[in-house]
């Protein structure tokens, strides 16, 4: 089955600058790819997805890219806010219904 | 509120009993999964139901867990016979074709 690997599993930016997150998946057949953000004692919310057919995303201040041959996606924030500070999950699926196999998670902490 | 609902958010139980938990998805939505989620990491696959027939199940799903979706609504997870390993945080999401999901707040089950 699917296996995802997450990194790094905490990052501590200052506000203002950029954090990058990195995901590595095992099944090359996998084909779309969701960023959860997760608060304390909150659901997982998604905030950017992207396809295999697409390499690179962004939306406002995220942005995810795509490297289907070397088998890993990334999380791009820009301008980082203490709001941002939460745990994030990047997850894969290659199954017709959307199974989704989660990394293990990224706690992220923005120092105002 | 129309986003996935859970009921009830928080469990207490003694080992041994049996518990049931509900969710409600977003009432377009056809397919519908549930995943555990211990802490510190990231959310586990249990089974997945697309409208009333359950499609597929991990095998992390042992014999004491059962869930329906009787008329491909809302859907329900029993867990017999609770053992202390079975504390964790039990999500549900729901997406329509083809794969964004969407989460509800969860179940926080502790088994004493």
């Known amino acids: 089955g699917e296996n995802v690997e997450q990194h790094p599993s905490t990052l501590s930016v200052q506000e203002g600058d950029s954090a990058v997150i990195k995901c590595t998946y095992s099944?090359?057949?996998?084909?779309?790819f969701p960023w959860y953000k997760q608060e304390l004692g909150k659901r997982p919310q998604l905030i950017i997805d992207?396809?295999?057919?697409?390499g690179e995303k962004k939306d406002q201040r995220i942005a995810v890219t795509l490297n289907k041959t070397a088998k890993h996606f990334s999380l791009h924030i820009t301008e980082t806010q203490p709001e941002d500070s939460a745990v994030y999950f990047c997850a894969a699926t290659g199954t017709s219904y959307g199974k989704l196999t989660f990394g293990q998670g990224t706690i992220l902490t923005v120092h105002p | 509120d129309t986003g996935v609902s859970q009921d009830p958010r928080h469990k207490i139980t003694k080992r041994g009993q049996n518990v049931t938990f509900r969710c409600d998805p977003i009432?377009?939505?056809?397919?519908l999964y549930w995943y555990r989620q211990t802490l510190g990491q990231g959310p586990e696959f249990l089974t997945y139901?697309?409208?009333?027939?359950?499609?597929?199940k991990s095998r992390l799903l042992s014999d004491r867990f059962s869930a329906e979706r009787p008329k491909g609504s809302f859907s329900t997870l029993e867990i017999q016979r609770t053992e202390q390993g079975d504390s964790a945080m039990y999500l549900c999401?729901?997406?329509?074709?083809?794969?964004?999901?969407?989460f509800g707040p969860g179940t926080r089950l502790l088994v004493l």
């Open positions: 992207i396809r295999s057919n697409v």
């Open positions: 999401a729901s997406s329509p074709p083809p794969e964004t999901q969407y």
């Open positions: 009432s377009e939505h056809n397919r």
């Open positions: 099944d090359s057949a996998s084909n779309y």
């Open positions: 139901f697309q409208n009333e027939a359950q499609l597929e």
